[in-house]
């Protein structure tokens, strides 16, 4: 057995620093109050507060030491270790992991990663182009012809919205089946390499069977939605579809919403959804429909690449109403190692194929 | 195809609500600006504002319109309609949800529901008791020795605390193992009727697994933590063991931390916790180391027993630092139809079976 630890940094918002840094470190570790645990668990299995910085009254970090043994190499009980009922308290946001190479290597991370996706797709250098296939309520036909177009004009991943499951007006096996073919057929006619990637969030025990229908119809990997079916889902799908994985925000925005609570957004999009599996995380970049800063979504992009023990960079992919006329602004706050998502703005117009292929051209001059 | 609708409330901080409230309609169905949308899909798929109530500059109650057939009969997508990119916005807090009939019949809810628990720990009329085996660090002997007396000294259900997993210090199939035979043996000893509840929050390939190591355990039923392996574990869960599914609320508090964001507390643990299948919801009462308000827990337990269209009534679980001497209390607010769970407290003194006796004829007593 290792003696190897990890360590989170908390924000504690509303004062009281030292005594809440304390009582967080056992609520995520022992759950019970020290003086009542056994000797051997006190040295063995109890985090404890390494350092705790009180710049102001109302405000401290702390940094919590946890031996790793603690986390079971499991990726949910990491979740439950680092912030399980720790969420449940006001004023508690993770800022900082740190994971030692040993626990590291239990998670495999991204398959793909920047590289791995790039060479997929056969985009070198460039920013890659992501878009999304609505609104639910499109029949298979339409969605299908919708993507072929996308793809012809030169998107590199065409998801399904992540609001398309298996409703009436397009079943996910006939629609898995038939845009799979789209994105082909689009790809043979232009000489491209667009994937397809379907919303894989289906009740528990019928996952494994959703990803066997996306890898036999040959979509080129997934979207999965980790805030709803689980972080770890990330990692079976890749290992399934050996394909793109493609992380979706929803129902993660109760761990964002606030800059008090939860967790801080680069560590959850470019470090927590990194070691789960996504080879690239959507999350609302600043000035669109959503509310994280611009210097929120650069830090997400810095972490998304920054090293970590032989664990692939991925690519941080901001979305939530983007538009092409933006894609100057947005690369250089991004770099080009990021997945652009523009959605509704290709469809302006009527000529999502034309749309496209100004998103691609803007993308290749940048 | 039904024409049925489901409804939510939204309550909406921070003005502007008009804008917003449509805006979230749009977001949580279409995702897409209505006038880029085909004709027949905003007859289909299209949600809408049907109430818009706004008391106050910075509050507003928002009613929205969804197609039911947008939830495809399935949980995790329903999650997403609910809240979904909802939830990535500030002062969106979903605070009232009416299913139809139809789509209700799609859930099973609850396998045993209160009276199904009930009788399975032999249990009328009086208000039922819970606790965890903590801390982590313990070994499986310890653990089952702990088992055993607390389910000797009448403890209904004995749950593995959430953070055990399958660390090396009792690994999952050892302690699913012993701790099960413990609990027998006591029910055996004492003629008691306890059931012990592993905790399972394992990589998504092998939920199924460790639900199936349980059943052979024969260990009754499952601790299961919905914010971390999905709502829909507690379904499926319930189906494989057909025993207690008992939901914790870890890493869900990013939903109720602020109580201008997120899901009202009753909403999360006495509505979609029960929709999905558990049959009671652990949640941090008032007057722990946690923040609910009494008001708050009590609107949990209402609406944990409120008619649901045949959907079994469920137990509320408050925990988070309960004591045996505010049994009363507890009851006084909760009603009998609840699961009292208190940990730490049976462990002071060092004879936890004498404090279970203790705990168990407090709440023969009230």
Redesign the interface.
Known sequence: ?TDATLTAVYELHGGDAERRAH?LAV???????TE???E??RR???ARVVALDEPRDDYALATIEYPA??A??????L???L????????G?RIVDVDLPTDLLSRFPGPRLGVEGVRARVRAEGRPLLAT?L?????SVV?LASLAYELAAGGIDIVKD???L?????APFSERVQRVSEAVARANADTGGSAVYLPAV?????R??GRLAEVRSAGAGGALI?P???????L??AG?VLDGVVLAH??????????RE???APDVLFGLLLRIAGADAAIF?SWGG???FTREECERIAARSAAPLDGIAPILPAPG?GMTVERVPELVDAYGRDVLLLI??DL??GGDPRAAAERFRAAAESV
């Open positions: 057995m009582a609520e995520q570790s022992h759950e019970l109050p009542l645990a056994p051997h668990t063995s299995s109890l043994a603690l079971g190499d499991e990726l949910p009980q979740l439950v270790l912030l399980g009922n720790g969420s449940l308290q006001e508690v999304a609505k609104p639910v309520g499109l339409e919205d992540q609001g499951a298996n409703q009436h007006w969030n289906p009740p528990v025990d996952f494994e939605v805030g709803v079916g689980g972080f770890d889902q990692r079976r290992e925000p929803s129902f993660l925005g109760g761990f964002t919403a606030s609570h939860g967790i609302p429909r959503f509310s939530g959605g509704a469809q302006r």
